[in-house]
């Protein structure tokens, strides 16, 4: 599972059956201190997360067809849960 930052949402009229009834949110990548590490992509949202929150998701189409019970979903990431904190132990 890796982290990112939640920075909006995708609407889409038209898309694959699998995405239908499904909330798609625009993430950033980060680490865990918060600081942006990567290009924003969209995923699935299985947390009911919000733009800003911190969240934890996986972002490999195996495990993300796994979580929706779909082997052949056309999908690469699936935002699992909302990070209340995080602490770094040194």
Same mark, same amino acid.
């Given at each position: *599972? =890796?982290?990112g930052?939640? =920075?909006?949402?995708?609407? @889409?009229?038209? =898309?694959? @059956?699998?995405y +239908?009834?499904? !909330? $798609?949110?625009?993430?950033e &990548?980060? /680490? &865990? #201190?918060?600081?942006? +590490?990567?290009?924003?992509?969209? @995923? $699935? #949202? !299985? +947390?009911?997360?919000?733009? /800003?929150?911190?969240?934890?998701?996986?972002?490999?189409?195996? +495990?993300? !067809?796994?979580?929706? /019970? #779909?082997?052949? @979903? &056309?999908?690469?990431?699936?935002? *699992? /849960?909302? $990070? #209340?904190? %995080?602490? *770094? %132990? =040194?």
């Amino acid at each position: *599972m =890796k982290l990112g930052t939640i =920075k909006g949402s995708v609407t @889409a009229t038209v =898309k694959h @059956a699998v995405y +239908s009834g499904e !909330r $798609i949110l625009l993430v950033e &990548p980060c /680490g &865990p #201190d918060g600081k942006s +590490s990567g290009t924003c992509f969209a @995923a $699935i #949202d !299985r +947390s009911q997360a919000a733009p /800003g929150d911190l969240i934890f998701y996986v972002d490999e189409g195996n +495990s993300a !067809r796994a979580i929706l /019970g #779909d082997a052949a @979903a &056309p999908v690469r990431a699936v935002i *699992m /849960g909302i $990070i #209340d904190s %995080v602490e *770094m %132990v =040194k």
